[in-house]
C-alpha cells in the first residue's frame, strides 16, 4: 500500500479534529531551529495522548522523555487548574527550549521539568513520595524501556494508566536478530509487559506523518 494515503488521511484527521495551534506549531520551529531532533509525536498523537488524559481524568501526569516540550503541552493542556505534570529531560539544551515553550503555552504555573539522568530523577521522585501518578508517558532512551516501565509501576496505583511509544520500530521487532539496541530495548520491553501480572495491556499500531510504529497502552491493576 502507498503510505502516503496514511500521511493523507493523517492530514485529514489534523485538519478535522487536531488543535494543532499557533502555540504548539511555534514549538515545533523552536525545536528545529535549536537543532532538537524532530522525534516527538505528531499532532494527532499529541491529541490522542490528551484524550487518554482527560478519559482517565488525571490530574498529576508523569512524562519521561520532554524534548522541547511538545507532547508536554499536548498532556498539560488535558489538566485541571490544580493539576499537575512533572516531565524528566536529560539534556539541559533540551528542557531550556522545552521550558520556553510551556511558559508560551501559559502552563509554566502546573509544568514541573526536572533535568537529568531519567533513572536519577525516577528514583528522587519515588524517594520524595511524589506518587501515584494518574498518567504516565515513556518516550524516551530505548534501550533502559523496561526499567522506565518498573519505575512508573512503582509510581503508580490501581487505576494509573501508562503509554509507551515507539514499541513497534516500523515492524523491526519482529526480528530476534536485529543489532539495534533501540529495537532490542522495546523487544524487552514488550516481553516484560507481556509477563507482567499487575497491568492490562495492549500495543496498537500507529501510521500516519511518522513511521510505521505503535504504542503500548497499559492500566495498573
Same mark, same amino acid.
Given at each position: 500500500?502507498?503510505?502516503?494515503?496514511? /500521511?493523507?488521511?493523517? /492530514?485529514?484527521?489534523?485538519?478535522?479534529?487536531?488543535? /494543532?495551534?499557533?502555540?504548539?506549531?511555534?514549538?515545533?520551529?523552536?525545536?528545529?531551529?535549536?537543532?532538537?531532533?524532530?522525534?516527538?509525536?505528531?499532532?494527532?498523537?499529541?491529541?490522542?495522548?490528551?484524550?487518554?488524559?482527560?478519559?482517565?481524568?488525571?490530574?498529576?501526569?508523569?512524562?519521561?522523555?520532554?524534548?522541547?516540550?511538545?507532547?508536554?503541552?499536548?498532556?498539560?493542556?488535558?489538566?485541571?487548574?490544580?493539576?499537575?505534570? !512533572?516531565? &524528566? %529531560?536529560?539534556?539541559?539544551?533540551?528542557?531550556?527550549?522545552?521550558?520556553?515553550?510551556? !511558559?508560551?503555552?501559559? &502552563?509554566?504555573?502546573?509544568?514541573?521539568?526536572?533535568?537529568?539522568?531519567?533513572?536519577?530523577?525516577?528514583?528522587? #521522585?519515588?524517594?520524595?513520595?511524589?506518587?501515584?501518578?494518574?498518567?504516565?508517558?515513556?518516550?524516551?532512551?530505548?534501550?533502559?524501556?523496561?526499567?522506565?516501565? %518498573?519505575?512508573?509501576?512503582?509510581?503508580?496505583?490501581?487505576?494509573? #494508566?501508562?503509554?509507551?511509544?515507539?514499541?513497534?520500530?516500523?515492524?523491526?521487532?519482529?526480528?530476534?536478530?536485529?543489532?539495534?539496541?533501540?529495537?532490542?530495548?522495546?523487544?524487552?520491553?514488550?516481553?516484560?509487559?507481556?509477563?507482567?501480572?499487575?497491568?492490562?495491556?495492549?500495543?496498537?499500531?500507529?501510521?500516519?506523518?511518522? %513511521?510505521?510504529?505503535?504504542?503500548?497502552?497499559?492500566?495498573?491493576?
Amino acid at each position: 500500500m502507498d503510505t502516503s494515503l496514511f /500521511e493523507s488521511v493523517d /492530514e485529514y484527521i489534523g485538519n478535522l479534529l487536531g488543535d /494543532e495551534d499557533a502555540v504548539l506549531k511555534g514549538t515545533l520551529k523552536s525545536m528545529k531551529d535549536a537543532g532538537i531532533p524532530g522525534i516527538n509525536v505528531s499532532a494527532n498523537q499529541g491529541k490522542f495522548l490528551q484524550v487518554l488524559a482527560k478519559l482517565c481524568n488525571a490530574k498529576k501526569i508523569l512524562e519521561i522523555g520532554t524534548l522541547g516540550g511538545y507532547s508536554t503541552i499536548w498532556l498539560a493542556r488535558a489538566l485541571p487548574a490544580d493539576g499537575q505534570l !512533572i516531565t &524528566l %529531560e536529560l539534556e539541559q539544551a533540551y528542557a531550556d527550549v522545552a521550558r520556553q515553550n510551556i !511558559i508560551k503555552a501559559g &502552563l509554566d504555573p502546573v509544568v514541573d521539568i526536572k533535568v537529568g539522568r531519567a533513572m536519577d530523577s525516577l528514583a528522587a #521522585l519515588d524517594a520524595e513520595d511524589e506518587g501515584p501518578f494518574d498518567m504516565i508517558f515513556i518516550d524516551a532512551d530505548k534501550p533502559p524501556y523496561t526499567e522506565y516501565f %518498573e519505575w512508573a509501576l512503582k509510581l503508580s496505583r490501581p487505576g494509573t #494508566l501508562i503509554v509507551a511509544d515507539n514499541v513497534i520500530r516500523e515492524g523491526k521487532v519482529l526480528d530476534d536478530n536485529c543489532d539495534d539496541e533501540r529495537v532490542s530495548g522495546v523487544q524487552r520491553f514488550n516481553k516484560a509487559l507481556a509477563d507482567n501480572k499487575q497491568v492490562t495491556a495492549t500495543i496498537i499500531q500507529t501510521v500516519g506523518t511518522k %513511521e510505521h510504529d505503535g504504542m503500548a497502552i497499559v492500566v495498573v491493576k
